[in-house]
């Protein structure tokens, strides 16, 4: 933990407000947001359906502006940065699949390349390697002459994963990439970002449902509830019972000693 | 994207095909000229008898370009328009650009009665074609466009296009309702699509707009190769998606306005080279399939307007109706086979 604390900071975020601006007033969804992103670590995002998971993290890309607060980026305000240049430090993976099913994988990782390609986005020698250690990572070099329409949603996931790694950016925001997929793939993609994390240095943020995976396997939590948004370890979070204020007490409680949610 | 060399034989048979179609497409109409005349008119030696000089230089030649600028730059308008509203129903036609130039024109030609004396006579220059039919598809592609921005369902859209092909039919009818039989059966014989009767200075013009608008559409290939991944995506990567929609928007307005002021809305050739690009070239890469698909629509129009021609005959088909007999069938067979269209 202590060698952690060493590290730089990528991406913090002092009392951050999120939410839309609306004409009769601005709709806040959450507030009071403090958290500092580490090299090298990866961070989990936890919440009910609709507490404003997937809105924080379009605050985070540059997407949607905060309602007040700061985001700083390399010690830099985000708001500073230029999309291109934002391209260079952060890749993500959205929820949404590709528009085209026509993309080969390796046309869509390749994809990635596009903030350090020229006009014509052609691919130098260093791109190539990049795509190619994409593919190999993700395990999804077998696919890569395969199109879309004809992968299945895990297969899909890992080539979303890949084209974020191709785009060769500290930090990589992930928004509920263990949807739609079974168990086994769930656990394939986590251990994925963590290896990613502990062996690329990267910097991973994901949000997910997968509360039980995502204790065993981040190095920080992000928990957003009604009240309050807390950041810490999750060894941390479970002391403080931070996890019992996640879901309405009557349905399902936490259990402190496996890890998981049982149902009362 | 992928490696362009793969795809030089391709390029090389297209290429071939295409100059194939070119001199069948010059030698062959309603009067019968040796191939070999053909040829000495065009090396430039000129043909034995003056009469035929003159068809084919003053005739046949600019309607061999203005059916190879047509095909090629609606089948790229249709192209630009199916990534940029990542819709494989896309197309200039589908979208009402095509209804937007014609009611330019419609407005011109009929509006001019209305109007009438000098301004009228003044209106009926080449130029003013061009400006109403591009005017009148570039505002009905930013109404398009500004529905887009509001409703996410591309279905939405799709049908906001017919709607704008119905108000179209509407104000041609109240048009037509004032103005005289003459100017009438010229803006009917604009509607049938006509490739043929074109000045060498309209073609000029033609080839300015298919120069700015291929221009445009290649500077903006890389962007809509990323728009292939949605919006958003495209955005992480650092795309500005307003300045990529107005230049794509721009350049499709340019090319479908341009060529539907001179040679008449042509249905179908935007919608089905594209697909049927896609069937042959397995990439989605835009700097491959630009070019593809400007070979094919320029190859699939001069087959289409040898057909219109029914050589040896003194008839011209409509070609608006050969390119949707053609293209209607085409689509439906693409459906058929891979029971889902992708752009």
Known sequence: MEQQQAKNIDLEVRNLTIGYKAKNGDAIIADAINFSLREGTLIGMVGANGIGKSTLLRTLTGMQPALSGEILLYGKKLRSYSGFQLAQFISVVLTEPPASKNLSVRELISLGRQPHTNWMGSLSSEDNKAIDYALEVTETTSLSHRKCYELSDGQMQRVAIARALAQDTPIIILDEPTTHLDIYHRAYVLKLLKKLATEANKTILFSTHEIDLAIQLTDYLIVMTQEETSFDTPCNLIESGKFNTLFPSKTIAFDPETGRFVIK | MVKTATYR???????????????????????????????????????????????????????????????????????????????????????????????????????????????????????????????????????????????????????????????????????????????????????????????????????????????????????????????????????????????????????????????????????????????????????????????????????????????????????????????????????????????
Not at chain 2, 75 to 87: D, H, K, Y
Not at chain 2, 150 to 179: E, H, P, Q, R
Not at chain 2, 207 to 227: D, E, H, R, T
Not at chain 2, 302 to 322: G, M, V
């Open chain 2, 9 to 343: 034989l391709h390029f090389v048979l297209l290429f071939v095909a295409l100059l194939i179609a070119f001199f069948l497409n010059v030698s062959l109409g309603s009067v019968a000229i040796p191939f070999g005349e053909v040829v000495s008119v065009l090396t430039g030696q000129g043909a034995s008898k003056e009469t035929w000089n003159y068809i084919l230089l003053d005739y046949r030649l600019p309607k061999t370009i203005t059916a190879m600028i047509a095909g090629g730059g609606l089948a790229i308008s249709g192209l630009l328009m199916q990534t940029l509203f990542r819709n494989p129903l896309a197309g200039p036609f589908v979208l009402g650009l095509s209804s937007g130039a014609s009611l330019g024109v419609a407005f011109l030609i009929l509006g001019a009665g209305a109007i009438g004396g000098v301004l009228g006579v003044l209106l009926m220059n080449p130029w003013s074609m061009v400006l109403a039919a591009g005017l009148g598809s570039f505002l009905v592609l930013l109404a398009v466009l500004a529905v887009t921005f509001k409703i996410k369902d591309t279905m939405a859209i799709l049908i906001i296009g017919l709607m704008f092909g119905s108000v179209t039919t509407a104000v041609v009818s109240v048009l037509s309702y004032f103005s005289s039989a003459e100017q009438l059966q010229q803006y009917v014989f604009w509607s049938f699509g006509s490739l043929g009767n074109q000045s060498w200075q309209g073609v000029f013009i033609l080839s300015l707009c298919f120069a700015a608008g291929l221009i445009l559409s290649v500077v903006s290939s890389k962007s809509l190769n990323s728009l292939l991944l949605g919006e958003n995506y495209a955005k992480s990567m650092g795309l500005h998606i307003k300045r990529t929609t107005v230049i794509v928007i721009l350049a499709t307005s340019i090319l479908a306005g341009g060529i539907t002021a001179f040679a008449g809305p042509i249905a179908f050739v935007g919608l089905a080279v594209p697909h049927l690009v896609r069937q042959v070239f397995k990439t989605a890469d835009h700097f491959i399939l630009l070019p593809a698909v400007l070979l094919y629509g320029a190859i699939l129009m001069l087959l289409c307007d040898i057909i219109a021609q029914l050589p040896f005959t003194s008839y011209t088909l409509p070609i608006n109706a050969i390119t949707s007999l053609i293209g209607a069938p085409v689509v439906i067979w693409l459906l058929v086979r891979k029971r889902k269209l992708f752009f």
